[in-house]
């Protein structure tokens, strides 16, 4: 008998559906005339023990009891699959084979592996990577079998991570509970290896706005003309000029002042202002990638919708068939599906897509289709199975139209323009004017409403002007500017952030390397991280814009830096990747893993979290404080 185990039941339907016709039994599928049954996981059905199950001397939570670091491993099957996993465990002893058929992801692969571990199967597994539910990416997976095997370093990864999280989890999160209960609060504060430096990010933010003061800075625009034509052009700085701050800002208007009296004493002293060089460059900009999940709930947020929203909406449309595998990192397409194209669009072509439709051609192959840099799975795209818009939510129908907008753009002409920049001077005074004109719209008429928001003084049309020319002064204006505080992040950008996570690394060493990883947490991950921050009171979410609490801020000032700053998170993020790569030892990473627990607790120690409000020192030990308790009696109280 061959057992094929997916990883949730709406996988294992379509799977059996597949396979033949089948009998549904309780747990699992028999196909009909074959020896196939298909099972299914509920996402991990197994769990990592708590402390307290190592052993009950862990119910303490006293700082005092750490490090807390399992010598032994071990699992325990979640209460609620109980009855599932004891007919995965009855239908693999009578197994002849097993395929594993978890998602297509670093957690896709361990929670299968996990469990075949779990009951010390040691019959041959074969490996069905699924990146959509279509009958045609079934088809073509199954004939793809792999050994299961070949995907240990990808298991090896997942665990170290597990683990790991564990470590840093279990013991951090108790010592800083243990210090937030000696300044009077409640709350459990939960540290993660992912989540800590996200919420620092929200922290530093809102400490760099509520710090930030306006300054004023000047610089000079002037209107110019020939022939009734009019351009505008700025003053460019010079580099030696002794006027300005480390940013190459004037910050005292005079200097300014007597740099405008002096060109316009220029021109009523006769002198023009004259074109002294002419560059123009022809760009042809190719369309943008298909999805990664992270740029799709980028490109969703602007519609409103939160990155979980997404995440959920675009996993619905997956086992609806319509898109493929959503947790995906990648934003390339494999090359064998470049043949797809004819019948996705023919099923656009029916779901109203014809105006869309209208400036692709299906025989042009832009740089997406990449063999070479497809990961675990593939950019998100559109399955070969027809939409039926009316069968869809509204919220379906927007994520769907992303995905498939994407993948039209992929036919679509490369964007073109021209863009010119003219070197203009009157005396010692340089000024800059600069012009685009748009040659071909290609794929950005796909995306008229967001190019339309970029549209600025850049791409004013400029007057054709030879090395040489003079142009007359229209009018000359003293420009007044003021620097603006950076943005609180909301839910798109917290996401932009921890994908692109070596633009807010302290180390400047790092960057470089790290602009190479793929940030902190996961596709899968980030979205469900944001949410936890938010529901322990870390985070608050106002009408789509985070803000830090008082306790974040207070939990962010006792945290040592490694926790306070990505760049570790990032680079184990990295090495992670590289144990899945088979470029990395999982047992070395968890060794570091271990050390550097230790160290951060001993750093620990000697932090505080600063006390709640109102709260009153204890008279007796002079170190906690006291909290309103309920008496014995009903309705008494003391403090204590």
């Avoid at 043949?339 to 997406?368: C, P």
């Avoid at 073109?416 to 003219?422: D, E, N």
């Avoid at 603006?484 to 180390?507: G, T, W």
Wanted: charged content about 30%; some cysteine.
């Amino acid at each position: 008998m061959r057992v094929w185990i997916a990883e949730k039941p709406s996988v294992g339907r379509e799977l059996a559906k597949y396979l033949g016709k089948g009998a549904q039994k309780k747990g699992y599928i028999e196909i009909t005339g074959t020896s196939d049954v298909v099972t299914w996981l509920f996402g991990h059905i197994l769990q990592q023990k708590t402390p307290q199950m190592y052993d009950p001397f862990y119910n303490s939570w006293s700082p005092a009891l750490l490090p807390i670091v399992p010598q032994r491993w071990e699992l325990f099957v979640k209460p609620e699959a109980k009855e599932q996993f004891q007919t995965i465990k009855d239908l693999l002893k009578r197994a002849d084979e097993i395929v594993h058929a978890g998602d297509p992801d670093r957690e896709g692969q361990l929670l299968v592996d996990e469990l075949l571990e779990y009951l010390k199967n040691r019959k041959p597994v074969k490996r069905l990577l699924l990146n959509a539910l279509d009958e045609i990416t079934i088809k073509r997976a199954l004939r793809d079998l792999r050994n299961n095997a070949d995907f240990q370093p990808l298991t090896e990864s997942a665990v170290a991570r597990s683990r790991a999280d564990w470590l840093i989890g279990m013991n951090l999160t108790r010592a800083y509970t243990a210090m937030a209960r000696q300044a009077g609060y409640d709350e459990v504060m939960r540290i993660g290896r992912v989540k800590t430096p996200t919420m620092a990010l929200v922290v530093r933010r809102e400490r760099e706005i509520r710090e930030f003061r306006p300054t004023k800075h000047y610089g000079i625009k002037v209107d110019l003309e020939q022939t009734e034509k009019c351009f505008s052009a700025v003053w460019l700085i010079p580099e030696e000029f002794s006027g300005c701050d480390s940013e190459g800002r004037i910050l005292k208007r005079e200097l300014v002042e007597n740099i405008t009296q002096e060109i316009l004493q220029s021109v009523k002293n006769g002198e023009t202002f004259r074109i002294e060089d002419v560059t123009r460059r022809e760009t042809a900009e190719a369309p943008l990638l298909p999805l990664s999940l992270s740029a799709l709930q980028i490109q969703a947020g602007k519609l409103g919708y939160t990155p979980q929203q997404v995440l959920d909406i675009a996993q619905k449309l997956y086992e609806m068939k319509l898109t493929t595998y959503p947790r995906s990192d990648c934003d390339y397409l494999p090359e064998a599906q470049f043949k797809d194209a004819k019948v996705i669009f023919e099923n656009l072509a029916r779901a109203g897509w014809q105006t869309e439709m209208a400036g692709a051609d299906m025989s042009r192959k832009s740089r997406a289709w990449a063999d070479e840099k497809i990961t675990a799975h593939h950019a998100i795209s559109p399955t070969t199975l027809p939409c039926d818009q009316a069968k869809l939510t509204r919220e379906q129908q927007d994520i769907y139209a992303l995905i498939a907008r994407a993948y039209l753009a992929q036919f679509y002409p490369p964007y073109r323009f021209s863009k010119t920049v003219l070197r203009i001077r009157i005396g010692n005074h340089i000024f800059l004017g600069t012009g685009k004109v748009v040659l071909e719209q290609g794929w950005r008429s796909l995306y008229k409403a967001e190019t339309d928001d970029e549209k600025s003084e850049e791409e004013a049309v400029l007057p054709d002007l030879q090395n040489g020319d003079t142009v007359s002064l229209r009018e000359l204006t003293l420009q007044e500017k003021i620097t603006k505080a950076p943005k609180r992040f909301n839910l798109s950008s917290i996401i932009e952030a921890m994908k692109n996570i070596h633009h807010y690394v302290r180390e400047e060493t790092f960057k470089a390397q790290m602009k190479e990883c793929s940030g902190i947490g996961t596709e899968a991950t980030r979205a469900g991280i944001l949410d936890e921050l938010v529901q322990g009171r870390f985070l608050r979410l106002e009408k789509n814009v985070l803000y830090a609490t008082d306790i974040a801020e207070k939990l962010f000032d006792a945290l040592p830096e490694a926790l306070a700053y990505p760049d570790i998170t990032a680079i184990w993020e990295d090495k992670l990747t590289r144990i899945a790569e088979n470029n990395f030892s999982a047992d070395a990473f968890l060794d570091a893993t271990t050390d550097f627990v230790k160290t951060l607790l001993g750093e620990a120690k000697g932090k505080t979290i600063s006390a709640m409000e109102g709260q009153i020192l204890c008279p007796v030990c002079k170190k906690g404080f006291l909290k309103r308790r309920s008496g014995k009696k009903k309705g008494t109280c003391f403090w204590g």
